[in-house]
Nanobody
Framework: QVQLVESGGGLVQPGGSLRLSCVAS????????MGWYRQAPGKQRELVAV???????YFADSVTGRFTISRDSAKNTVYLQMNSLKPEDTAVYYC????????????????WGQGTQVTVSS
């Protein structure tokens, strides 16, 4: 079955950087667009970034210009490089395969990983 394992979170000061990793197993990694989501306390999970099968990318307005997404197919891993972090980026970050649905993206798999906590605070 699909397994998604996120890592790389931590506590960082505003303006700092983190690089998150997500290792996917149980899927043909190259066959999927992959996305990063985040969920802050008391809020719904939101899509942050997508890397499509051709390596084109999409970013939510809130992170455009600060975050980049990349993938290493040899390692079945998708990365999220987060720069210029803000307190409002504090959340648990998750990855999932995604598919296009109308003008949006939706997660493909019902099973999520444990996520990785990112806390931006001075």
């Amino acid at each position: 079955q699909v397994q998604l394992v996120e890592s790389g979170g931590g506590l960082v000061q505003p303006g700092g950087s983190l690089r998150l990793s997500c290792v996917a197993s149980g899927i043909i990694f190259n066959g999927y667009a992959m996305g990063w989501y985040r969920q802050a306390p008391g809020k719904q999970r939101e899509l942050v970034a997508v890397i499509r099968r051709g390596d084109s990318t999409y970013f939510a307005d809130s992170v455009t210009g600060r975050f980049t997404i990349s993938r290493d197919s040899a390692k079945n891993t998708v990365y999220l490089q987060m720069n210029s972090l803000k307190p409002e980026d504090t959340a648990v970050y998750y990855c999932n395969a995604v598919r296009r649905y109308s003008s949006d993206y939706v997660p493909l798999f019902d099973s999520w990983g444990q996520g990785t906590q990112v806390t931006v605070s001075s």
